[in-house]
C-alpha cells in the first residue's frame, strides 16, 4: 500500500491516528482511523478540488439516516490540510459485492439493494441535495443496511439554473 502518503501509526490530525488506508480517489485518500478516545472513523485527507469537496460536505453534514454515511466533522490540520472525519462502515462496497459475483447478484439481492439505495437518495432529495456520484463504489453493505456515502459531488437543489461552475469532475460513466 505504498500508494498512500500517510503510515499506520501516523497522526496527520491531531486526536487521530492512522490504522491503514482504505482507498485512494479523484478528491483524496481515505484511512481507517482511531480517534485519541477508540472511536472508529473514516479519515478522508482532502487533496483535489477542495473548493468542491467542502461545498458537497457542507450540504450533507448534519443529515441522519441509516442509509447514509454519517458526517462526523471537517478539520484542518496545522499544515493547513483539511481533512473529513465520517463513520467508518466495515461492510464491503456494492463495487467489491459486484467484483465477488460474476453471474450477478440475483434478482432477491439487487432488489434489496435498490429499494435500499433509494431510501437514501429519498432522504437526501427531502433535504434538498442531489447525489450527483452514485455509484457502486459508494454504496456500502453493512450489518443489514444499504448505506450511500461520499457526498463530494453533493448539490443543493434550487430553482436556479445557473449555477457558476466552469468544471465538471466526476466518474463520466456513472454522470447522469
Known amino acids: 500500500m505504498?500508494?498512500?502518503q500517510y503510515k499506520r501509526g501516523e497522526t496527520p490530525l491531531d486526536g487521530f491516528t492512522i490504522e491503514h488506508g482504505l482507498g485512494v480517489g479523484g478528491f483524496g485518500e481515505v484511512y481507517y482511523a482511531t480517534s485519541a478516545a477508540g472511536r472508529e472513523v473514516a479519515l478522508k485527507v482532502l487533496q483535489n478540488?477542495?473548493?468542491?469537496e467542502?461545498?458537497?460536505i457542507s450540504h450533507c453534514m448534519n443529515l441522519k439516516s441509516p442509509h447514509l454515511v454519517t458526517i462526523f466533522d471537517v478539520r484542518q490540520n496545522d499544515e493547513g490540510d483539511s481533512f473529513v472525519i465520517m463513520e467508518y462502515v466495515q461492510g464491503p462496497s456494492l463495487r467489491v459485492l459486484l467484483d465477488s459475483a460474476p453471474d450477478g447478484l440475483g434478482p432477491t439481492k439487487a432488489a434489496f439493494f435498490l429499494r435500499e439505495m433509494?431510501?437514501?437518495l429519498s432522504y437526501l432529495h427531502d433535504a434538498g441535495v442531489v447525489h450527483r456520484d452514485l455509484k457502486p463504489h459508494n454504496v456500502f453493505y453493512e450489518e443489514g443496511f444499504v448505506k450511500i456515502g461520499?457526498?463530494?459531488l453533493?448539490?443543493?437543489m434550487s430553482a436556479s439554473h445557473r449555477t457558476g461552475h466552469t468544471m465538471t469532475?466526476?466518474?463520466v460513466h456513472y454522470m447522469a
Request: glycine residues 18%; positive net charge.
Open 2 to 4: 505504498g500508494r498512500f
Open 49 to 52: 478540488y477542495e473548493e468542491i
Open 54 to 56: 467542502l461545498r458537497g
Open 118 to 120: 433509494a431510501k437514501g
Open 150 to 152: 461520499d457526498y463530494s
Open 154 to 156: 453533493c448539490k443543493s
Open 169 to 171: 469532475v466526476g466518474t
